[in-house]
């Protein structure tokens, strides 16, 4: 989901343009065609779905009296903000939700429309958009009942305004979910320095530290914007056996899972989303394969 959003301050929610880096472009659409190369640039987003999904599920599945078994997030309207190649949309699609995936490199979408029209059942459930998130806003005004921006924020010009767009497009007691690099020493040499330069885990140039966010950061522009959240949740990379796990430390990356207000008030968790009974009832549902 690495995206590339540049907002402009003009009329706040303007439509008439939405400025995206054009060099952040053209590094994106040289990587266009190798989103669904498990083992390419961008295999760590692929084993990443391992945790984020069902943690979007279960999240979802606990603030839900009733699910449906196969399609538990059945009805459920996801925006996913950055969608790249789909590599996160698609397993939403499988699980029963309505997906709308934006991004404003349009060779990301051009590669992602082709992969979802192999499968005829996220042809139905799946749709793309080249666009930025700033230009959807007018036209999707609380329309969403859960927005996705993972592995976005640290790409945005405007964090501020990017909060007040979601909050915008969501439904009052809409989630949004989250996932992004902590600005600590350690995201600097882990996340660049080993990751971009030594192992190559992820392409050359693809993040800047400076525009990495700390958690505390996101919360404070999320509770002052009418979120209330809920968790937040470290995320820890094994590069020596591509995989996933939750983390107690949020130093490199984590997880933020937020309510638009309205919703009733959950405790605050710091810990690892919970394994539930849940996850037993669509386990077929919860990767991709």
């Keep these: 989901q690495l995206s590339l959003f540049r907002f402009t301050v003009k009329r706040p929610f303007s439509t008439s343009h939405s400025s995206v880096d054009s060099k952040e472009v053209k ?25 984020r999904v069902p943690f979007i599920r279960d999240t979802l599945l606990s ?7 196969g399609n538990p997030l059945s009805g459920i309207k996801i925006l996913d903000v950055g969608c790249g190649g789909g590599l996160l949309s698609e397993p939403l699609g499988r699980l029963g939700a309505s997906v709308t995936g934006i991004d404003p490199v349009e060779d990301n979408i051009r590669t992602a429309d082709q992969h979802k029209s192999f499968d005829p059942v996220l042809v139905k459930r ?7 998130l700033e230009e959807i806003v007018e036209e999707s ?6 927005i996705v921006a993972s ?10 305004m990017f909060i007040k767009c979601c909050s915008q497009v969501l439904k009052p007691e809409g989630s949004l979910f989250i996932t992004t690099i902590n600005k600590t020493q ?31 950061e996101l919360e404070r522009l999320l509770e002052s914007n009418g979120f209330s959240v809920k968790t937040v949740s ?28 309205g919703a009733q008030a959950q405790s605050h968790s710091t810990a690892p989303p919970p394994e539930t009974d849940i996850q037993q009832h669509s386990a077929t549902a919860g990767t991709v394969p």
């Design 27 to 51: 590094k994106f659409q040289l990587l266009a065609h190798k989103w669904w190369d498990e083992e390419g640039e961008y295999a760590a987003l692929h084993s990443m779905n391992d945790i």
């Design 63 to 69: 603030m839900s009296s009733n699910y449906h078994l």
């Design 126 to 132: 799946v749709q793309y958009k080249s666009s930025s």
């Design 141 to 146: 005004m609380e329309t969403f009942d859960v």
């Design 151 to 160: 592995e976005v924020v640290e790409h945005v010009a405007d964090l501020e």
């Design 186 to 216: 350690l995201s600097y040499v882990l996340g660049i320095v080993v990751a971009e330069k030594i192992m190559g885990i992820v392409p050359e140039g693809t993040h800047e530290w400076e525009k990495f966010v700390p958690p505390e």
């Design 234 to 261: 470290g995320m820890l990379y094994n590069p020596l056996s591509g995989s996933w796990s939750w983390a107690e430390s949020t130093s490199l990356n984590y997880a933020v899972h937020a309510v638009k207000s």
